[in-house]
């Protein structure tokens, strides 16, 4: 969908080639010329005061929705062999916040199969109704499916917000979902509000790589969709004596509905690399001086049965992989117990892991800002201090 000056309309006034983020836009003979290095973004069309650019080819326009007839906040419960993520059970929480504010009520989406026995769970976690989709064909998540199934969802009950967890699943999900729907999604949020001028969800997110951070409002579509980082939220406390509607909908899909097939699941990396579930991260950081040293690392995960984490300087040195890094452009985690060895405290890095319960810091330098949010610190060489940790756990572990 590109965008185009009428050039008959331009008057020349440059405020398009002020506000394009891309430099996009060049004067030629006194009228504004969009070259190849436009994104379609569409800020100069609000801000020509003549109206002298336009979106060619729109097509048909998506129609801005009957607003007044979409209620309540939705969450999508992932689960993986019948055990719901844990970021469904945080964003319960959110959701009942927003809920509240918006006197609505909140919605479990809980697609798979034989997965009922979970909706206790989300009663008790906040939700005041469970749309249950059971079937074979939801056994394990596949685009075409669930896409189908939610979007049959929306159509039939018309929620007003939609959250799903920021994801491998979710991130999948979420835009094919918001773009059958003709809705807006505000992907991998940080932070949730209700904006108070327009009374609209108000979707925060980390942009321009992490630089600045943009609030996003959903203005003229529904449902309002955003996908939220797991760990961002704490889980609600479950209260037992909760309970709720399932409302059982039919699955709509056939198994040629679904046109990937699963060949085979391979299980790269289990216990280690689970971060945003572990209740307990050991993590290192550019301190650690070699690759070799993350054996030492993995090894006092392995006895405290947690996950082994990283520092982007440990990720870009390749001394683990990406999906081991914590912080502002890796994963956001929140355990019970974070361990750093020898991570400096970065801001980006604090920005993945401030919500633990209990952070222990070894660092050599004692001015490492580290520190400053540690609970526990040691300064000395992670080196030396790594093998007496880990054998002094072991020994607690056999007493
Ligand atoms: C847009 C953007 C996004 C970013 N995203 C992330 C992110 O998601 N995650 C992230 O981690 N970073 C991120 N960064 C990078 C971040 O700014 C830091 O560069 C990075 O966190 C530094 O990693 P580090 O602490 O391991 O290394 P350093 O800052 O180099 O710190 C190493 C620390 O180890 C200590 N040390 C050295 N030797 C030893 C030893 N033998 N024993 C004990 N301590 C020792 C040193 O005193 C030092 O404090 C991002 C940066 C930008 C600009």
Known sequence: MAVKVIPDQCIGCTACVNVCPFGAIIMQDGKAFITEACTACGACIDVCPVGAIIREDEGPKAVAADKGSYKGVWVFIEQVEGQARGVGIELLGQARQLADQMKEEVAAVLIGD?????????????????????????????????????????????????LMGATNDGRDLGPRVACRVQTGLTADCTGLSIDEQTGLVAWTRPAFGGNIMATI??????????????????????????????????????????????????????????????EIIVSGGRGMCKPENFAMIEELADVLGGAVGASRAAVDA?????????????KTVGPKIYFAFGISGAIQHLAGMSSSDIIIAVNKDADAPIFKMADYGIVGDAMEILPILTEEFKKIKQA
Request: charged share 25%; aromatic share 8%.
């Open 114 to 162: 034989k997965v009922e026995h979970l909706a206790a769970d989300l009663f008790a976690s906040g939700a005041d109704k469970v749309y249950l989709v059971e079937g074979p064909e939801y056994a394990l998540y596949s685009t075409d499916g669930y896409t189908i199934a939610f979007a049959d969802l929306i159509e039939t009950y018309k929620p007003s917000v939609i």
């Open 318 to 330: 390749g001394w683990k992989q990406a999906l081991h890094q914590v912080g502002q452009t890796g």
């Open 217 to 278: 409002l959903c203005p003229d579509h529904r449902p309002q969709m955003g996908t939220i980082r797991p760990k961002v939220f704490k889980k609600p406390e479950p209260d037992a004596t909760r309970t709720g509607e399932i409302v059982r909908v039919a699955s709509k899909v056939k198994a040629d509905d679904i046109r990937t097939k699963l060949v085979d699941i391979l299980r790269v990396c289990t216990a280690s690399c689970n971060l945003e579930e572990a």
